[in-house]
């Protein structure tokens, strides 16, 4: 640790923040979430726009959370509180940090259970359930599952458990040696099945579906009659996936660069902190759509893509078991190393506010989220019917489209409004303390114009207004 009198501790170096925020940014969503929405909007078009949003909104907002989390040095909920009246703004600002903890709530209610299936699998895998299994058998796995109340909250209740036993422990201790060693691992396996979906996949089928940019298959939706029209729909989920997949809006990268050294550079972070993330979601695609092709798996077939399409793989692969196991394991600890980032601003706001232990605290926050978690598990058996769905959802689908798809990028927005117009200039300055004025000055323009314009611009095209 440097001289820096920080509230909390500190990384150990500048490698240990990048590991830790990489570990926070992939996760489920870039191996359980993209391939699927990615399925569902269509292909090639969808992901171009995601790739714009992370390029033009994703990163200069995610640079703003670092520089002001390492500037307040506290949880987000004070850190804003404090910059704000340092800055002579007003203390409301406070309410960003209190959004992000709602926020991060809602998102581990169901990341838990998706991270559950996971755990599942990695059952499943050991004992060679995957085993020459087709697309019908790999569905049917799956399927039972989640019928099963009890399996789902079983497993929902253990990977609660594993995040919370790591966040009582606090940051340092516990996460560093977690994702120095998994990362690596995780993104080797990936390599492995895209090599296998190179060879035993409709590997051209599954690069022409997710580069392929068309935009009138994405954006226009079309009824049985052939009529078709504008759908705006997509362009708000890319967006949203933008800050689910990047751990933005909701204080989360805030907390982390609170942790930060003072001497690390936070733009040149950033960039390999996207390029990972990117790279990952980017790979878990091209493994498995080939896979979905060449089994006749329908592309949006939903939450259960990746569930159902890469044990087929695994069952017909020479060594598929140990890799099949070994994978889920990996996806296990990357869930992991994601949902620590979720609860982190409101244990660090605790410990800081309420005094509380670490470990009271995770026991608190991981407590109501297992509840609310529980509704998340009923979701696909016994909560599934219509009568407890609203708007065609079910409670899962709204935690998972409402804090992606609005609350996060409303966070966002937030953050490049404080950032850019609430603080002095010099506050960014001095903190980024980038070498070019040029380049310091082209961020601060997309901070202050770019990125809130666009991220109201999509909010307004969803809502049909433009
Ligand atoms: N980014 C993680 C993933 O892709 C999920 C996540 C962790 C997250 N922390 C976050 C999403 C904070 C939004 C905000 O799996």
Redesign the pocket.
């Known amino acids: 640790m440097n001289g820096n009198p920080a509230v909390h501790n500190q990384w150990s170096s500048r490698l240990a923040f990048m590991l830790a925020a990489i570990g926070?940014?992939?996760?489920?969503?870039?191996i359980w979430?993209f391939p699927y929405i990615t399925g569902e909007y269509g292909g090639g078009a969808f992901v171009l726009v995601y790739l714009v949003c992370v390029a033009l909104i994703g990163i200069p907002v995610m640079m703003a959370e670092i520089l002001l989390g390492r500037r307040g040095r506290r949880s987000p909920i004070n850190t804003m509180r404090e910059l704000a009246s340092a800055e002579g703004a007003s203390p409301w600002w406070g309410v960003v940090g209190w959004g992000g903890v709602v926020?991060?709530f809602l998102?581990l209610s169901f990341?838990s259970v998706v991270a559950g299936w996971a755990l599942a699998y990695v059952v499943e895998g050991g004992f060679g359930a995957f085993q020459g299994l087709d697309g019908e058998r790999a569905g049917a796995l799956f399927g039972e599952l989640t019928a099963s109340p009890q399996r789902l909250i079983f497993w929902h209740s253990v990977f609660m458990a594993m995040t919370m036993a790591v966040v009582a422990n606090g940051v340092r201790s516990g996460l560093e040696r977690l994702v120095t060693w998994l990362m690596p691992l995780l993104f080797l396996l990936l390599a492995v099945l895209v090599g296998y979906a190179m060879a035993a996949g409709d590997f051209e089928r599954g690069l022409h579906f997710l580069f392929d940019v068309d935009f009138s298959k994405v954006f226009m939706s079309c009824d049985e009659a052939g009529l078709c029209e504008f759908t705006a729909e997509p362009v708000l989920v890319a967006m949203g996936h933008a800050?689910?997949?990047?751990?933005?809006?909701?204080g989360?990268?805030m907390v982390y660069g609170s942790y930060m050294p003072h001497d690390a550079s936070i733009a040149g972070s950033t960039v390999m902190i996207a390029l990972a993330?990117t790279l990952v979601a980017l790979m878990a695609g091209v493994a498995i759509f080939p896979l979905v092709f060449a089994n006749g798996l329908e592309p949006g077939a939903g939450p259960g893509l990746v569930f159902v399409s890469l044990p087929i793989a695994f069952g017909a692969m020479p060594g598929g078991q140990l890799f099949g196991t070994l994978f889920f394991v990996l996806l296990v600890f990357?869930?992991w190393s994601?949902?620590i980032?979720?609860v982190e601003p409101a244990v660090a706001w605790l410990t800081e506010n309420e005094h509380m232990s670490r470990r009271k605290a995770a026991l608190l926050i991981g407590g109501l989220a297992w509840l609310l978690g529980i509704g998340s598990a009923l979701s696909f058996n016994l909560w599934s019917g219509d009568e407890y769905k609203v708007f065609g959802k079910t409670l899962f689908d709204i935690k998972d489209y409402l804090?992606?798809n609005i609350m996060?990028p409303l966070g966002g927005l937030a953050i490049a409004l404080f950032t850019g117009w609430a603080v002095s200039r010099r506050l960014p300055e001095g903190e980024l303390a980038m070498r070019s004025p040029l380049l310091f000055g082209a961020w601060h323009f997309v901070i202050r114009y770019i990125a809130p314009a666009g991220i109201v611009l999509v909010f307004l095209n969803a809502i049909g207004v433009v």
């Not at 926070?24 to 870039?30: C, D, F, R």
């Not at 800050?243 to 909701?250: A, N, R």
């Open positions: 926070s940014a992939v996760g489920l969503g870039n979430k926020t991060g998102i990341y800050f689910f997949t990047l751990s933005l809006g909701m989360a990268i993330d990357a869930a994601s949902s980032s979720l804090t992606a996060l």
